[in-house]
């Protein structure tokens, strides 16, 4: 079954966390897609930029509208994501658990299944 494990990230968290932890996060990346790859589960993996960067756009009365930033006011934001293909729900949850991410106060790992995929195997 694949899952998508989204990792969120709090700003106000990040920049609390000594430089050297920030590192061993980043850094901690590369054995995580080493274990995944070789364990044959992982699919795909995306960073994503920051969402001062990001637009919003709605469609109303047939015109699109467009608006700067997240479409929700939060702390966390969606920060990136691994798509993984495992045996269960209960190994999905063991995978976020072992991203470097999942240790920091202020971030998560939100395992979701994936219920259809356009132009895939499912």
């Known amino acids: 079954m694949k899952y998508l494990l989204i990792m ?3 700003p ?4 609390a966390l000594p430089e050297e932890k920030r590192t061993e996060v980043m850094n901690g990346h590369d054995g995580f897609i080493k274990t995944i790859t070789e364990s044959g589960e992982m699919i795909g993996t995306q960073a994503l930029a920051d969402p001062a960067n990001s637009a919003v756009v709605r469609v109303r009365g047939g015109v699109p509208v467009v608006t700067d930033g997240p479409y929700l006011e939060a702390k966390e934001f969606l920060a990136g994501y691994y798509l993984v293909d495992c ?3 209960e190994r999905a949850i063991e995978l976020a658990a072992l991203i ?3 240790s920091v106060e202020g971030f998560g790992i939100e395992v979701r299944a994936v219920m259809f995929s356009a132009g895939f195997e499912m």
Request: hydrophobic share 40%; proline share 8%; net charge negative.
């Open 8 to 10: 969120h990230m709090n």
């Open 87 to 89: 045996e269960s729900r």
């Open 12 to 15: 106000a968290a990040w920049d």
């Open 100 to 102: 470097p991410d999942a």
